[in-house]
């Protein structure tokens, strides 16, 4: 999951979280991985918005950086 600033190119601007998800391919439907998946997105996406609102997000050369 990476929730990153949008540009004119789809899915290649600075990446602001990343947060990885690994199906359980044994115990786990693909319904169940997608809705896992989703709910991780939905918790980045409001922890991206909350450090941009919160003017903790700094871009420089072409990256995303979180501020203290």
Do not use: C, M, Q, W
Request: net charge negative; aromatic share 12%; hydrophobic share 45%.
């Amino acid at each position: 999951v990476s929730i990153h600033f949008a540009t004119p190119t789809f899915d290649v601007g600075p990446v602001i979280l990343r947060y990885e998800i690994k199906p359980d391919y044994k115990n786990e439907t693909f319904e169940a991985f997608a809705k896992r998946f989703h709910a991780l997105e939905d918790k980045a996406l409001v922890e991206a918005i909350n450090l941009f609102a919160a003017d903790k997000l700094k871009i420089e050369g072409g990256k995303a950086e979180i501020l203290k």
